[in-house]
Nanobody
Framework: QVQLVESGGGLVQPGGSLRLSCVAS????????LHWYRQAPGKERESVAT???????NYGDSVKGRFTISRDNAKSTVYLQMNSLKPEDTAVYYC?????WGQGTQVTVSS
C-alpha cells in the first residue's frame, strides 16, 4: 500500500508562484513514473506534468514553460514548481504514482 500526501497549495495572485510537494510512503518510489494532474470545477481531470524514473519530463501544453516537475528519490518526494500563475490554473492538484492517488491540494489564483 502506498500513500501520497500533497502540500503547498494556497491562494496566490496572478503572476505569482507556488511549489507543490507530494510525499510517498513505501519504498517503490524510485522505480515509478510520477504524475501531477489537476481538476478545475466542472472540468475533467487533466495531466499537468510527468517525470520518469530516469528524470525525463513531459508537460501539458497549457503549462509548458511555466511549470517544472522534479523528483527527489531519497525523500520519496515529487515537486511541481509553478511560476507565472494564471487564474485558469485554479484547480485541485493531485499527484499519482502507479494506481495510487493523493488527496489533492487546492490552488487558487486570484487577485
Amino acid at each position: 500500500q502506498v500513500q501520497l500526501v500533497e502540500s503547498g497549495g494556497g491562494l496566490v495572485q496572478p503572476g505569482g508562484s507556488l511549489r507543490l510537494s507530494c510525499v510517498a510512503s513505501g519504498n517503490i518510489f524510485s522505480n515509478y513514473r510520477l504524475h501531477w494532474y489537476r481538476q478545475a470545477p466542472g472540468k475533467e481531470r487533466e495531466s499537468v506534468a510527468t517525470i520518469a524514473s530516469g528524470g525525463s519530463t513531459n508537460y501539458g501544453d497549457s503549462v509548458k514553460g511555466r511549470f517544472t516537475i522534479s523528483r527527489d528519490n531519497a525523500k520519496s518526494t515529487v515537486y511541481l514548481q509553478m511560476n507565472s500563475l494564471k487564474p485558469e490554473d485554479t484547480a485541485v492538484y493531485y499527484c499519482r504514482l502507479g494506481t495510487w492517488w493523493g488527496q489533492g491540494t487546492q490552488v487558487t489564483v486570484s487577485s
